[in-house]
């Protein structure tokens, strides 16, 4: 155990320094039919050729964020887990469906690590999530090497953890942090055994740790590149792209693509509104058999759009029955619904009318301005994605 341990400690020490960033990697044909393999258990029809593309598209990806945005490589989210964590993840998931591994070892004592242990040791959750000096230096002091087989001491170990669980750990949830801990003791496990037995298969662990990094980061640094859309991420390119456009990009934008910039300007529309459904589904039958205008004559209801003199426009749409008319499908009659107030309506929409945004509207300028930024931001990324094969040589 004490050999698997150094394996694990020296092991782990190159894939921490990976995290930095690594020169060129040439992938094996072994590497890539094995992750393949991988990809077909959640993509049934992905082709070989799809997945090399991936893999080294994604090996550029990391160059690009480590040359641009390098605190995203260690940790996407200040809220979230760090990306050591989220690779430690997906290794032992794809060790655990390509590998036939098992992590079982000699029993640990955690008894140790108990509710009273961690408040003591954590102390009490930082107000700003920030960890103080002093805090920093009580937790480097407990050495988790001998249980976890890698160099790691409790901060380290705490740090890479999510902003919720931290929380928790300090509030003394100790079936959390052992948890925690006998998760990260498995992947080592895991780990240490399968390297012998990816070499005979002509697979480089560390490589596989590199399209780890890459699978997991892929979604945030191409949301920072302005490519794709990620939810919490803002995109510094897109927002300096959108800064250059100009009035004549707009006005070409508006001309090629004036269909988008259509909109519903009138309607005209009837309706009835009643204080209990029952009446409103009457109204309804009635107005079904016959038209919602004789409804209304034969039961004497008043139109709801009468001040309007049943022709609406946009002017009135702070009006929640108005707003009804221009969301309810032209020339059909519209099922019971009710109020924000708590009563019930039932409208007749029809005759509606369209126009088209003028090319100085402000709509026209956000969506044209967001519309051409994402169109050069994906030119950019295909350009520096091309320049990029070229140099490396890799042809796909």
Known sequence: MKKMAILVITLLGVFYHSLVMASFTQYSSDEINFMHRAYLKHNPDITINEVRTRLYENQFLLQQAAL?????????????????????????????SQLVISTQSSPIKLETYDNQWLKHTLGPYPKNGQYVQSAIKKMQQFDLTPLLYNAINLYEFVDSLSMQVRFKLHKGDSELFKSELIKKRQFNIAFSKAKPILAKQNIDIVHLYEIAKGDILRPSIQSW??????????????????????????????????????????????????????????????????????????????????????????????????????????????????TPSGEWVVIHSYEHQFEYFSPEDETVRYQATKAIAKQKAVQQYEDTWLKWQNKTGVIL
Do not use: C
């Open 225 to 338: 590149l302005g490519i794709n859309t990620m939810m919490h991420m803002q995109s510094p390119v897109l927002e300096k792209l959108e800064k250059q456009v100009n009035k004549n990009e707009i006005k070409a934008f508006y001309q090629a693509n004036k269909s988008q910039f259509k909109f519903l300007s009138h309607v005209k529309a009837h309706g009835a509104q009643f204080a209990h459904r029952a009446n409103a589904v009457g109204f309804r039958t009635l107005a079904g058999n016959k038209t919602l205008k004789q409804a209304l004559v034969i039961s004497g209801k008043q139109d709801i759009y009468a001040q309007y003199n049943s022709e609406l426009n946009r002017k009135n749409k702070s009006s929640w029955v108005v707003q009804l008319a221009f969301t309810t499908k032209e020339n059909t009659i519209s099922p019971v619904i009710r």
């Open 68 to 96: 641009k945005t390098p605190a995203i490589i260690k940790r996407q989210s200040a809220v979230g887990f760090s990306t050591q964590y989220h690779v430690e993840r997906y290794l032992k998931n794809l060790f655990d």
